[in-house]
Protein backbone atom coordinates (compact mmCIF):
# COMPACT_ATOMS: atom_id res chain seq x y z
CA UNK A 1 0.00 0.00 0.00
CA UNK A 2 1.75 3.08 -1.14
CA UNK A 3 -0.35 5.48 1.65
CA UNK A 4 1.48 3.66 4.80
CA UNK A 5 3.10 6.60 6.95
CA UNK A 6 6.63 4.30 7.87
CA UNK A 7 4.68 0.98 7.67
CA UNK A 8 1.87 2.56 9.29
CA UNK A 9 -1.87 2.93 8.34
CA UNK A 10 -3.26 6.58 8.44
CA UNK A 11 -5.28 5.05 11.37
CA UNK A 12 -2.38 3.52 13.59
CA UNK A 13 -0.49 7.05 12.69
CA UNK A 14 -3.16 9.12 13.84
CA UNK A 15 -3.31 6.16 17.04
CA UNK A 16 0.50 6.37 18.16
CA UNK A 17 0.13 10.25 18.17
CA UNK A 18 -2.85 9.91 20.15
CA UNK A 19 -1.39 7.34 22.78
CA UNK A 20 1.93 9.19 22.92
CA UNK A 21 0.35 12.75 23.65
CA UNK A 22 -2.39 11.45 26.41
CA UNK A 23 0.58 9.10 28.15
CA UNK A 24 1.71 12.71 29.22
CA UNK A 25 -1.40 12.85 31.14
CA UNK A 26 0.12 9.56 33.93
CA UNK A 27 3.61 11.15 33.65
CA UNK A 28 5.01 11.70 37.41
CA UNK A 29 7.65 14.60 36.93
CA UNK A 30 7.28 16.85 40.13
CA UNK A 31 11.07 17.94 39.59
CA UNK A 32 11.34 18.71 36.22
CA UNK A 33 8.11 19.08 34.89
CA UNK A 34 9.00 18.17 31.62
CA UNK A 35 6.48 15.24 30.91
CA UNK A 36 6.77 12.51 28.49
CA UNK A 37 4.49 9.75 26.84
CA UNK A 38 5.52 7.07 25.08
CA UNK A 39 2.77 4.29 23.23
CA UNK A 40 4.36 1.16 21.39
CA UNK A 41 2.92 0.07 18.50
CA UNK A 42 3.03 -4.02 19.03
CA UNK A 43 3.32 -6.44 16.55
CA UNK A 44 0.35 -8.23 17.52
CA UNK A 45 -1.93 -4.98 16.94
CA UNK A 46 -1.86 -3.90 20.73
CA UNK A 47 -0.51 -0.88 22.36
CA UNK A 48 1.27 -0.34 25.52
CA UNK A 49 1.96 3.30 26.75
CA UNK A 50 4.44 4.68 29.48
CA UNK A 51 5.22 8.28 30.80
CA UNK A 52 8.38 9.74 32.65
CA UNK A 53 8.69 8.24 36.81
CA UNK A 54 10.47 10.62 38.56
CA UNK A 55 12.30 9.71 42.01
CA UNK A 56 13.37 12.49 44.80
CA UNK A 57 16.51 10.77 44.10
CA UNK A 58 16.99 11.97 41.13
CA UNK A 59 19.03 9.62 39.14
CA UNK A 60 16.60 7.10 39.96
CA UNK A 61 14.00 8.00 37.74
CA UNK A 62 13.01 6.17 34.81
CA UNK A 63 12.07 7.35 31.26
CA UNK A 64 8.68 7.24 29.27
CA UNK A 65 10.52 5.23 26.29
CA UNK A 66 11.53 2.48 29.09
CA UNK A 67 8.54 2.17 31.80
CA UNK A 68 6.47 1.35 28.44
CA UNK A 69 9.45 -1.21 27.51
CA UNK A 70 9.06 -2.91 30.66
CA UNK A 71 5.85 -3.18 30.74
CA UNK A 72 5.28 -4.73 27.13
CA UNK A 73 7.86 -7.10 28.38
CA UNK A 74 6.26 -8.09 30.58
CA UNK A 75 3.21 -8.69 29.00
CA UNK A 76 4.81 -11.23 26.90
CA UNK A 77 5.25 -8.38 24.05
CA UNK A 78 8.67 -8.44 22.83
CA UNK A 79 8.43 -7.21 19.08
CA UNK A 80 7.14 -3.69 17.81
CA UNK A 81 6.17 -1.61 14.42
CA UNK A 82 6.22 1.58 15.89
CA UNK A 83 7.50 3.44 18.61
CA UNK A 84 5.85 7.43 19.54
CA UNK A 85 7.31 9.82 22.13
CA UNK A 86 5.21 12.70 22.94
CA UNK A 87 6.79 15.97 24.67
CA UNK A 88 5.50 19.40 25.65
CA UNK A 89 7.94 21.07 23.52
CA UNK A 90 9.53 22.37 20.34
CA UNK A 91 11.03 21.12 18.22
CA UNK A 92 10.41 17.55 19.93
CA UNK A 93 12.57 15.64 22.19
CA UNK A 94 14.48 12.59 21.32
CA UNK A 95 15.06 9.30 23.33
CA UNK A 96 18.02 9.83 25.88
CA UNK A 97 21.32 7.61 24.98
CA UNK A 98 20.21 5.22 27.76
CA UNK A 99 16.81 4.90 26.37
CA UNK A 100 17.93 4.64 22.52
CA UNK A 101 20.03 1.54 24.21
CA UNK A 102 17.11 -0.22 26.01
CA UNK A 103 14.87 0.63 22.34
CA UNK A 104 17.61 -1.93 20.71
CA UNK A 105 17.83 -5.17 22.72
CA UNK A 106 14.16 -5.40 21.75
CA UNK A 107 13.53 -3.26 18.97
CA UNK A 108 14.78 -4.06 15.14
CA UNK A 109 16.91 -1.41 13.82
CA UNK A 110 14.54 -0.01 11.15
CA UNK A 111 11.51 0.52 13.18
CA UNK A 112 9.97 4.18 13.07
CA UNK A 113 10.20 6.54 15.67
CA UNK A 114 8.16 9.00 15.95
CA UNK A 115 8.78 11.87 17.82
CA UNK A 116 6.22 14.84 18.79
CA UNK A 117 5.98 18.12 19.75
CA UNK A 118 3.72 20.19 21.61
CA UNK A 119 1.15 20.62 18.67
CA UNK A 120 1.81 16.66 17.62
CA UNK A 121 4.13 17.72 14.87
CA UNK A 122 6.56 15.08 14.24
CA UNK A 123 10.33 14.07 13.19
CA UNK A 124 10.48 10.08 12.29
CA UNK A 125 13.42 8.57 12.23
CA UNK A 126 14.83 4.83 12.93
CA UNK A 127 16.14 3.20 15.59
CA UNK A 128 19.35 2.83 13.47
CA UNK A 129 19.19 6.71 12.52
CA UNK A 130 19.01 7.67 16.12
CA UNK A 131 21.92 5.05 17.18
CA UNK A 132 24.25 4.28 14.79
CA UNK A 133 27.21 1.66 15.28
CA UNK A 134 24.98 0.15 17.67
CA UNK A 135 26.06 -2.62 20.51
CA UNK A 136 23.15 -5.47 20.39
CA UNK A 137 22.18 -9.46 21.62
CA UNK A 138 24.21 -10.47 18.12
CA UNK A 139 26.98 -9.19 19.51
CA UNK A 140 27.26 -11.45 22.10
CA UNK A 141 25.68 -14.58 21.08
CA UNK A 142 25.82 -16.82 17.38
CA UNK A 143 22.71 -16.10 15.71
CA UNK A 144 21.34 -20.15 16.50
CA UNK A 145 22.06 -19.03 20.27
CA UNK A 146 20.23 -15.85 20.08
CA UNK A 147 17.18 -14.86 22.79
CA UNK A 148 14.28 -16.19 20.88
CA UNK A 149 15.61 -19.25 19.84
CA UNK A 150 14.69 -21.25 23.19
CA UNK A 151 14.08 -20.73 26.36
CA UNK A 152 13.84 -17.23 27.53
CA UNK A 153 13.11 -14.52 25.22
O1 LIG B 1 13.58 10.78 26.13
C1 LIG B 1 13.37 11.15 27.27
C2 LIG B 1 14.07 12.22 27.86
C3 LIG B 1 13.75 12.55 29.17
N1 LIG B 1 12.79 11.88 29.84
C4 LIG B 1 12.42 12.31 31.19
C5 LIG B 1 13.34 11.97 32.30
C6 LIG B 1 13.03 13.03 33.30
O2 LIG B 1 11.89 12.65 34.07
C7 LIG B 1 12.64 14.23 32.47
C8 LIG B 1 13.72 15.28 32.35
O3 LIG B 1 14.91 14.70 31.91
O4 LIG B 1 12.30 13.71 31.19
C9 LIG B 1 12.10 10.84 29.27
O5 LIG B 1 11.21 10.26 29.86
N2 LIG B 1 12.44 10.51 28.01
ZN1 LIG C 1 15.57 7.87 28.43
Redesign the pocket.
Known amino acids: MSDLIHGLTAVEASELRRRSAAAKDV ?1 Y ?1 P ?2 N ?1 R ?1 G ?1 ALLCEDGTWVIG ?4 NASYPV ?5 RTALVKAITEGKKKFRAIG ?1 S ?1 DITPP ?4 GM ?1 RQFIREFADLGTPIFMYDKDGEYVVRTLEQLLPMSFGPENLHPPSKLPGHSGNK
Open positions: ACYSFVCANIETICAEVTASPCC
